[in-house]
């Protein structure tokens, strides 16, 4: 009960919070939704120059809000000043000029599920429309903290309390607090990824069923109806089998993987096909503008992420991972950037000494480090292929949101190994403080820079 | 949470100044000048933060002149620029933001007490140091036919580079510890509010936050 509280009540206040249009992306979002309302219609080209064609409205808005000519990048509602040029007219248009939309290239299936929100506050103004929207999010951030309560509370089996802390800590997550707050269809996705791992770490401790190979396939499927990258859950699950099928013979066990990979590709295919029949239906195009070709290779991304000090990793899995809100306009301080990647790398040499003994922990810890690396890997591939069409570094820190829970797991594992026996009673309040700390100092950073 | 409660902030802060999409550097030999108009904002100015990069041994220094939109001058002082380098423990790698990303540091201009409306800020680089100092500057952009009013960006442009604007942000108010700020935030959230969180709703949702991250604590501290 207390979780739901916990995540109910903080996904409501950074809701209000984030001032609107502020979430990355929210305002691309928000027009696919009142696309599918206003115009009965969802969006099929993709285009960088979308917002021209969004209803009128939205502009105005943004305006209204702060964000004008110069972008998003270092806006804040204005407070006090003149207010927007915008006539009455215009502010009630609700209209898009043409189906474009920089979001065009995702599945509706996020969106879908708004547009009762949407409805909730139909006759109101578009600001209202858009706090009431953002309550889809909210309840997919309380129903993903019920979830990945369910996961914890069978990874840490023998220590409710160490769930609990986890639990915390992914609830409290800033950018997972953000995502889930914001209308963006990473909130689907980290729910649906918070089923998957639930069903994961349950077929870790009973064994996998045939049953649940399809359910995790299921999953698998929507997630990537919510976001392509959600695909990538899907290669976990052959090494999943392979490490929870009973082990009678090479060949039985071969055949028995095989069997369960099937029954779990299924619904996979299931998904894939019924994106592509959207597809088409829709006549989508594709978002990637093709670069001259030979500009855009292997060497020039991995140039693009050693260059600086490999400040493109650092801003990607540390400072876009915890803490770079709004259009990156928010960024949690130096020195707490610091402790996080310090208690990260405390975490995985815990984790690899954990590999180290045969442990009744360590199919845990290698299933969880597999899942969280082979999809990790190929989110990353994904990238590389975008960048070698069109030269485009896709990714923020945010995409790997998915695989929050599994990184818990080892961390707190890791953490857990490295303490005296005597001090491990300390480990889960420790971890709840943090996070609890990390979430208000999130929230006091975005409070100064958004009504500062 | 301490020294965030602790550290000074203004009243109030200027509005689309900065834009961070064209930003580019300005370099600043030794005897140059830069002349900004900076049209205030608010009542009760108190300083112009000016992002800066130098990485010379000794601090490069400014003649810094404030006048009047009528010429009259307000104040003329120097001001010292220290290196901006930051010590590799503190940042291991650049974390993506954008005055990081150009090594920058914001240097405080006093806008002197009485200034009102609009103000040239005119900077003239008086030390002798090797090296260039380099201040930022964001490309203005042009209005186009039939682009809806609010659109058009209305910043004032340099004297000197008349296609280009200075980037600063202005602040008004003196500095005060943020806690004592904390109305002002609340009340500032509370107006974007939507209809269903009237006030003290959001004020109690981060009290219950906060209780329910204890209570949890608690709960943990306890074998269950």
């Known amino acids: 009960m207390a979780v739901i509280v916990l995540a109910l009540t903080k996904g409501l206040l950074w809701a209000v919070t984030i001032p609107g249009w502020y979430g990355p992306d929210e305002p691309s979002h928000f027009a696919y939704i009142q696309g599918i309302v206003e115009d009965h219609m969802i969006p099929i080209r993709p285009d960088v120059n979308a917002s021209l064609y969004y209803p009128f409205e939205i502009g105005c808005s943004e305006n209204r809000l702060g964000i004008g000519p110069l972008g998003p990048f270092h806006a804040e509602p204005p407070f006090g000043a003149t207010g927007s040029n915008c006539s009455q007219s215009a502010t009630s248009s609700r209209h898009a000029s043409a189906p474009v939309n920089a979001a065009a290239s995702y599945d509706p299936i996020y969106y879908l599920g708004a547009v009762p929100f949407y409805l909730l506050a139909t006759s109101q103004v578009v600001e209202t429309r858009l706090a009431a929207t953002r309550l889809w999010s909210v309840l997919l951030g309380v129903l993903s903290a019920v979830l990945a309560f369910l996961a914890f509370r069978l990874a840490f089996e023998e220590s409710t309390g160490t769930a609990l802390a986890a639990t915390v800590l992914f609830i409290l997550q800033p950018m997972n607090s953000q995502q889930t707050a914001v209308i963006n269809n990473d909130a689907l996705l980290i729910a649906l990824a918070a089923a998957f791992w639930w069903r994961f770490y349950h077929s870790i401790r009973y064994g996998v069923t045939l049953r649940n190979a399809i359910l995790l396939g299921l999953l698998v499927g929507l997630a990537y109806l919510a976001k392509p990258q959600g695909l990538f859950l899907a290669a976990t699950l052959p090494v999943l089998f392979a490490l929870t099928i009973r082990r009678d013979s090479l060949g039985v066990t071969i055949r028995g993987v095989a069997r369960l990979t099937a029954a779990s590709a299924a619904p996979v295919i299931g998904a894939l096909a019924l994106g592509q029949l959207v597809s088409v239906l829709a006549g989508r195009t594709s978002l990637l503008i093709p670069s001259a070709p030979g500009l855009h290779g292997v060497q020039q991304y991995l140039q693009a992420y050693g260059a600086n000090h490999l400040e493109r990793v650092y801003t990607v899995f540390v400072a876009g991972f915890w803490g770079n809100f709004g259009w990156n306009q928010v960024s949690l301080p130096d020195s707490l950037y610091v402790l996080i990647v310090f208690l990260t790398v405390i975490g995985l040499v815990g984790c690899g000494r954990l590999l180290l003994r045969p442990l009744s922990l360590r199919s845990l810890v290698v299933s969880s480090a597999v899942g969280v690396l082979v999809a990790a890997a190929l989110i990353q591939l994904l990238e590389l292929y975008a960048f070698r069409i069109s030269g485009s570094l896709i990714l923020q820190g945010r995409s790997f949101l998915m695989l929050l829970i599994p990184v818990i797991v080892l961390l707190l594992l890791g953490w857990q190994r490295l303490l005296p026996r005597a001090a491990g009673w300390g480990l889960a309040p420790a971890t709840v403080m943090l996070a609890l700390t990390l979430n208000l100092v999130s929230l006091a950073r975005m409070v100064d820079v958004f009504y500062g | ?224």
């Open chain 2, 1 to 224: 949470m301490a020294p965030i409660l602790l550290t000074p902030v203004s009243a109030d802060r200027g509005r689309n100044e900065i834009d961070l999409l064209s930003i580019h550097d300005l370099p600043l030999t030794s005897g140059a000048v830069v002349t900004q108009p900076v049209e205030l904002q608010n009542p009760d100015p108190y300083q112009i933060d000016l992002p800066y990069r130098w990485e010379g041994q000794h601090p490069a220094r400014l003649q810094v002149a404030i006048s009047g939109s009528d010429g009259a001058l307000l104040s003329e002082e120097m001001a010292a620029f220290n290196n901006t380098t930051s010590p590799d423990w503190l940042e291991p790698a650049g974390d993506g933001s954008v005055w990081q990303h150009l090594g920058a540091k914001i240097q405080p201009l006093r806008v002197p007490p009485g200034a009102a409306n609009e103000i040239i800020l005119r900077l003239t680089r008086v030390d002798r140091e090797p090296g260039t100092l380099v201040l930022f500057a964001s490309n203005k952009m042009p209005a186009t036919a039939g682009q809806p009013a609010f659109s058009i960006d209305s910043r004032l442009t340099m004297v000197e580079r008349p296609a280009e604007v200075l980037e600063f942000e202005s602040e008004y108010g003196k500095p005060r510890p943020a806690w004592q700020k904390v109305p002002t935030y609340f009340s500032r959230l509370q107006s974007l509010a939507p209809p269903w969180l009237p006030f003290p709703v959001p004020e109690l949702l981060l009290l219950l936050v906060v209780a329910t991250g204890l209570g949890l604590y608690i709960l943990t501290l306890r074998p269950i």
